[in-house]
Each structure stands twice: as C-alpha cells, then as structure tokens.
C-alpha cells in the first residue's frame, strides 16, 4: 500500500468513526441522570456549608431531621423526634433504629455523638451554628437510639440546624486519620454515609465530576419512588451557554438553579426542557459600612435606599423572576413582618436625604466604592443600576470588582470593610436567625453576615431573646420588631428574594424543591424515555 | 547538540525559580487570605483564625515563601486548600486533557498554516495571497470563546454533526490509561471507536483553539518564503531546471519554516494559556478550568502550581524547538 493511499485510509476511517458517534452522543441514558449541577470543593461534608455540598449531602449521607417541601418544613429522618428541657438547654433526640451505613454497619447513637465531635473540633462549615452553644462534653449517648446535647445557653435555632450535621460512619473515617486530622484528608475524597445514593469513587474529580449509584437499601425503602433513578452522573459545566445547549441538546438533564433570566424564554421554547421556577429563601443585599463615613449617617443611608430602581432592577435585569424583599428575612418566612413597607425608588426622595445629611456634617461629596464579585454579573448589574441613580442626585459611585474570598476576609475589620458590596444571603438553616440574627446582632461583626457593622443596642437585646425561646408564636413578634427597627435605620439595602430558576429536561420527573439543596433530592427522581 | 540541549536546559532553572518568585508575590501581596472563605459561610472570627493558623496564613509572608520554596525543592507542591487533595494529583489528572488539547490545536496550526502561507507567498499579491491575508488578520482578531460559541451552535446544536462538550461522552469510560492522551492511548489499545468518540469531541476545541495560531504560522511562514525565494540559490535551482514544486516545498520551505518553527515554541506557551477560555466554554476537563477555579476560590497553592508546570512545560518545548531550529539551520548549533 503506497504511504500516501495507506493515509487517506486511515483518515477515512477516522471521520467515519467520529461522525459514527453522532447519534449515539446525542442520546442520554435512559436510567441515568446527568445532573449538570456544581459539585462542592470536596466531599468532606464539615470542610465548607455552600450549597454545592447540600446538593451533594442530602443525597449521600443523612442528617437527624430534614428540611422538605416549600416553604420548607423541618421533618425528623434519622431521629424519630426530640424533646426539649424547660430550660431550653437539654436537647433529647432519639433515633430511629436500623439504619445501615453503605459498608453495611449499623449508625447508632455513637456514631451521632462522634459526627459532633468531628464537626466541632474540624470548627470548619457548618460547626459555625453550633460552636457558640456546643462543647464535646454536652454530647452524650445514654443508649444506642438516644443522643443528648447539654447547651451552654438556650439556642432555639438548635435544632432547625440538625440538617446541616452530616452523620458520619466513625468506623470508615477513623483508619484514615493523618496527624489528628479527623480523617479530612481522606474525606476530602471519599465518602462514609448512609445516603440514598453512593458515590463511586474511582469516578471523582474534584469540582468537575462524581458518579453515583443508588442504594438499594436505604432506610426510607424506595416505596415512594416505583422508577427510581439507579446512576446519577454529576457533571460540572463552567460556562452558563455551554449548560444550558446541553440541556436543549438532551447531553444533560438540568442546569443550575441560576438560570439567567434571558435564557429562561430559550428553554421554555425547546422541544426537550423546561423551566423549574421556585420562590426561594435567598436575600440580594446590598451592604454599607455603617461605621464608615458617610454611611454612618442615617440620612444618608436613606438617601442610597430612596436612590436603587427596585422595579428597573427586577423587572429589567431580571425579567421578573424575583419577589420585592423589604427587609432582611425572606419575605416567605416566619419573622418578617407582613406590613413592612419596602423603600420606594424616588430620587426626589433621596435628595431630601442627601441634603439633610449634608447639613448633618456628612461627607456626602467623598466618592464612594462599592465591590462587586466579578463572576456574578447581576452584582455588576445591581451596582450600575445604583451608579446611574446617584450620578442625578450628585453621588458619585466608584465599581470595583473583586472576589468572594478577598471580600469575605476583609469584612473582618470594619475599617478593611468596602463602602458597600454586593452579596446574597442563602438559606443554610431555615430560620430567622440565618438571616436577620446573624447579619445584626452586634455579636457577629467580623464575619461578612454582619459586614455592614449595624449596632443597636435594642435590636440586639430583641434578636438576643429570640434566639434564646423556644416558642416560636414569642419569637416571631420580636423579629417583626428588630425587622422593623433595622428597615427605619437603612441599615442596608435589600432588593429581592430570589427566584431560583432551573432548567430541566422533559424526561426527568419527581423534582421537588427545598431551598435547602435548592431540590437537588434524587431520590424523589425518576426518568421518562 | 548535547552542550547545546543542556545549556538550554540551565538557563530554564533560574526562569522557574523567577517565576515562583514572581507568582507567589502576585498571588500573595494582595490582600488575599481565603481564611474566611475556607472557613465557611457562617464562621466566627475564631474560625477563621483557626482556619488562618491552620494553614500558615498568619506567618509573615516571607516565612510562608520559605516553606513553599522548600516544599518545592522535595517536589510536594502542597495541597489544594480547596480539594484538600495534593495539587500535583489534581493537575496530574487534568493536565493530559490540556497537553493532547493544545497538541492537536498546534498540529493542526502548522499542518494548515505552514502550507497556506508557503503558497500566499508563491502567489504573492494574487486574490489568494490578499484572501489568506484578510483570513488571518480575522483569525488573529476574533475572540475564541464567541467563536467557540458560534461552532458549538453550528456544529453541535443545528447540524448535531459534533458533541457539545466534554471529552469523551458521558457514561462512558475513558480509554485504558496509558499515556492519558485519549486519542493515543485508543489507538494503542487498538479501540479506534473510542478514538473515533474523542476525535469526534476534540475537533472543535481544538480548531478554536488553533486559530490564531494558524494565522500567525501562515503569516510567518508567507514572510520566510517570500524572503527566501528572493535568494540566489533558489535562481540558480531555477535556472538549473529543478522542478517549481520541488523547489517551492522542498527549498524553499525548509528555509523559511525557521520562523515559524520559533514561533511555534511561543505558540505552545500561548495555546495553552488560551485554553482557558477554550476550556471552559467546551467543557474540557484541563488544567485551564482548574486554574479558573482555583483563582476564583483563592486556592493559591494550585494557582502556583498550575504556573509552575506550564511554566516548565512551556520551556521544555522551546528547548525542543531550539532543538529543532539547531537541526533546519545548524549554523544556531554551531554558534554555541
């Protein structure tokens, strides 16, 4: 065979055998799901609490209760129920028996008591909701179903935080202990759960891909599901067009649940996926620096609240998909209060602030910077919509773009703290101490919930008792007055309440949406051909 | 040649070490500490202290320069604080994916740049020559990723001739491992329906990729042949009778690829900087996307490693082109 007749040949065959490839790339799996969601940094449930790893942990591992449905309702899934002392510092929990880790061991009350122990001394993620009422000598196991939690002081939220607790198998993670550790190296790359779905490992690259398959012998039985989902492939894809083609392709079964608003009329008209759209429990706010002049001036904070096109902003750039969110709680939670007013978009308005402030003494003339997180575009978006409005009324607003990490660390200092940035505050534990609690109480400065530096000495005392009842009917009342009271001091500026948007294909059925997770639950899941 | 290739490979030590130096000093200058993203979305500050002194993140920044230095110098580029995984595994695992990437984009630059612009300069000033000149300015200007965009809406979405994204398709396992290169490691395990799989997936990133390559190959090489068609030898080949085509592909071109063989070595270090945005709108699992990622979440020590490793490799090949060079035209070779 002459060379050059020997390379047509194999040419040849190449482009038959790529183009060969076209029908069968084109066609998912019938019984396995491509779920086109971020996975987390890594797969140590206690290293970080975003929600990429909820996505991931409510699947493969279980928490002592669960948060189901929307609104989301707090539902017992390890524990069988739990009591609380008169003195709100005693939390009883006991546990459901028969429940079989994957290497086939049964989770008892040890393995719980041991699950606490890492998360507090790992002090990482999720140990954040518990390390100011938690020490390892309050957690006991009287008996194999029976765990107890001994408070150092009454914390009502303990409980609706259970869900963000993984339990964890004791007997996987301790061989793999390096240099006191907790085994979070090995974690980082390995699971020890009793989830509905296992992970195969050999499949795992970080952020990028993780294979699961299901297990068969999860506690709840699969009696709910007659067609569950036996392999979900998770596939992380970068760019926001590249997604949302290969859900129109039918390559992969969903996007993320931020969905941009403009591709969601892109989605709706193919033939192959639709648009999942959930009111979610998720703040866009954006922040100033209370203690930084002028933002120290109440005026002038009124003036920036009066100035922000709410409508132009929900409306344009987000075509709608978002609710008007006065305060700082989610508007579709208990605590934020059902008359609270929201602040109207009215340049007059803000003028009147802005001179008042002038007249206060306020450096209203200094520019002012406001840092965007430069791979969010709506923060870029929210911060031109401001910029535009403060240039009529003499403002002058500088964007500077930064990133989360950068701008978490420098809120620990009010003075490395920027004028004002933009951020979300998601729903992590499902109740107004996640929102509201964290972002004002004065206890909190240093951390970026609390990164406008609000003090008050009031709103301080009320979130303080909220947080330390166990009545829910006297807690509400208090965080409608600390709502009420931080909206009248524009301590900051709060635009929405997100609407989570998710692209889905037609094949796949049984999505049920949790803020928690943001309804990344497979095991309600089923697919269609 | 060998004093040569080890010269070459001296002078890339201090490179490196300059490198380091300047990356750590970038990455660490600013005020840069992902204690606080580490540490999670509701830490206390003394979670984040802990986070912080974990990590070495509170030590001055010349002792942390020290420990990386050292670290390096045993060959432990240090864990991702993201993956918790060693960095050099995580890179292990994507850099195959970016090498056979950028390989294909480079080969297939030359393959279709060398001869366009070889006959841009045998045509000199024709329709084509103005044509290939108009084609490569374009090639040169156009932004990868809207044209990454425009071929993925052709080729994948309209036409459904060629995969979306990816690799390789999903729930399919990959080649048996043997180089990580998926076209290579197929077709030594004799399974050319996966070679025919990741062909199909590498076509379009790789031709994204290859654009601006391409256009600056033929552009050069257009240069080199018109200046080298200008010098006596090749009149006298002319006058002595030897066949056009000869001269012009034999000669000719082998005199004036010198160029372009240069530019081919900047090329490589190019490409695979570029690969970023390629990366990440096809969904190619490389070292791009992992650096994006780790920039984003501040994961330092994989940005100095991911900088480290292109770094090397990047002068690793222009060693070879050097070598190369030294071979098309051995007065280089002779001049050392």
């Known amino acids: 065979m002459k060379r050059r007749t020997f390379l047509m040949g194999s040419g040849a065959a190449v482009t038959v055998a790529a183009m060969g490839n076209r029908v069968a790339l084109a066609q998912p799996m019938p019984d396995e799901l491509v779920w086109a969601d971020d996975l987390p940094g890594n797969l140590d449930p206690y290293s970080v609490s975003d929600v990429p790893m909820q996505g991931y942990m409510i699947n493969v591992y279980d928490t002592l209760y669960v948060n189901k449905e929307n609104p989301p309702k707090l539902v017992p899934w390890l524990a069988t129920g739990h009591t609380i002392s008169d003195d709100g510092l005693t939390v009883t929990v006991k546990l459901r028996e028969g429940v079989k880790f994957h290497d086939g061991s049964s989770l008892t009350s040890d393995d719980v008591v041991w699950s606490f122990h890492r998360l507090l001394n790992v002090k990482k993620g999720p140990a954040a909701a518990f390390l100011p009422v938690l020490d390892t000598n309050g957690i006991t196991a009287p008996d194999p179903t029976t765990a107890v939690f001994k408070l150092k002081q009454p914390y009502a939220p303990f409980v609706a935080a259970f ?92 996007t993320d649940s931020y969905l941009p608003p403009d591709q969601v009329d892109r989605v709706l008209a193919s033939k192959t996926a639709t648009v999942s759209k959930n009111q979610t429990m998720r703040v866009m706010v954006l922040r100033m620096n209370n203690k930084k002049p002028p933002f120290d001036n109440r005026n002038f904070r009124l003036a920036m609240s009066h100035a922000f096109n709410y409508k132009g902003f929900i409306d344009g750039v987000l075509k709608g998909y978002a609710v008007r969110n006065a305060g700082p709680i989610p508007v579709n939670l208990w605590g934020s209060p059902t008359d609270l007013a929201p602040y109207d978009f009215n340049l007059d308005t803000a003028k009147d602030y802005l001179a008042k402030a002038k007249a206060e003494g306020a450096p209203v003339e200094r520019e002012i910077e406001i840092q965007i997180q430069q791979h969010l575009a709506q923060t870029t978006q929210a911060a031109q919509i401001l910029q535009q409005s403060l240039r009529k009324i003499g403002v002058n607003l500088k964007i500077v773009a930064n990133l989360w990490p950068q701008l978490v660390s420098s809120t620990a200092k009010a003075d490395t703290t920027p004028d004002m940035w933009a951020h979300w505050v998601s729903a992590y534990f499902i109740d107004p101490e996640n929102w509201i609690g964290q972002m004002y109480d004065s206890r909190f400065h240093g951390t970026w919930k609390a990164s406008c530096w609000y003090k008050n000495d009031k709103v301080d005392a009320l979130l303080r008792e909220a947080r330390h009842l166990d009545d829910q009917g006297k807690r509400q009342p208090l965080y409608e007055e600390a709502s009420r009271i931080i909206v009248a001091d524009a301590a900051d500026i709060w635009i929405y309440n997100a609407i989570e948007l998710r692209g889905i294909s037609n094949r796949l059925h049984g999505f049920e949406f949790t803020p928690i997770g943001s309804g990344a639950d497979f095991r309600t899941m089923s697919l269609t051909s | 040649m060998t004093r040569f290739v080890l010269h070459r490979l001296l002078l890339t030590i201090p490179a490196l070490v300059g490198l380091l130096v300047l990356t750590f000093i970038m990455l660490r200058v600013l005020p840069n500490d992902p204690s606080a993203a580490l540490a999670g979305e509701n830490a206390t500050p003394d979670q984040i202290a802990a986070v912080r002194k974990a990590y070495g993140f509170d030590e001055p920044l010349w002792k942390q320069f020290v420990i990386y230095v050292r670290q390096v110098g045993t060959g432990d580029l240090g864990n991702s604080i993201i993956s918790n995984r060693p960095v050099i595994r995580d890179i292990a695992e994507r850099l195959p994916a970016t090498i056979e990437l950028t390989f294909i984009s480079l080969l297939f630059a030359a393959c279709v740049g060398i001869p366009l612009g070889t006959l841009a300069a045998v045509w000199y000033q024709s329709f084509f020559d103005h044509a290939m000149r108009v084609v490569t300015v374009a090639g040169l200007a156009i932004a990868s990723f809207w044209f990454a965009i425009i071929l993925q809406m052709i080729f994948a979405m309209e036409l459904d001739w060629l995969p979306l994204r990816g690799r390789f398709p999903v729930g399919l396992a990959a080649p048996w491992h043997i180089t990580g290169f998926y076209l290579v490691d197929s077709l030594l395990t004799l399974r050319f329906d996966l070679f025919g799989k990741a062909f199909a997936h590498i076509l379009m990133p790789a031709f994204t990729l290859s654009l601006a390559g391409l256009a600056s190959i033929a552009r ?88 480290l490793v292109v770094g090397l490799i990047y002068s690793i090949v222009n060693i070879l082109v050097d070598v190369v060079h030294a071979w098309l035209d051995p007065r280089v070779a002779e001049k050392l």
């Open chain 1, 163 to 254: 869900p963000l607790v993984a339990i964890l198998n004791r007997r996987q993670i301790e061989p793999n202990i390096k240099d006191n550790d907790w085994g979070q190296a090995w974690l980082a790359s390995n699971s020890a759960g009793s989830g509905c779905y296992i992970p195969d490992i050999s499949t795992y690259q970080p952020v990028q891909q993780l294979d699961m398959k299901r297990n068969h012998d999860h506690f709840m039985g699969w009696t709910h599901n007659t067609s569950p989902i036996e392999i979900v492939r998770r596939r992380s894809i970068m760019e926001t067009t590249t997604r949302v083609n290969a859900l129109i392709k039918g390559d992969v079964d969903c």
């Open chain 2, 220 to 307: 050069f090489t257009r240069a080199g042949a018109l200046e080298t068609m200008q010098k006596e030898f090749v009149h006298y080949a002319e006058a002595a009778g030897y066949a056009r085509r000869r001269i012009v592909w034999v000669y000719v071109l082998r005199n004036s690829v010198v160029g372009a063989t240069t530019q081919i070595g900047l090329l490589f270090g190019g490409l695979i900087s570029s690969a970023v945005a390629v990366e990440a709108i096809f969904d190619w699992p490389g070292v791009g996307s992992y650096a994006v990622n780790a920039i984003l979440t501040s994961d330092y020590k994989a940005v100095l490693a991911v900088t």
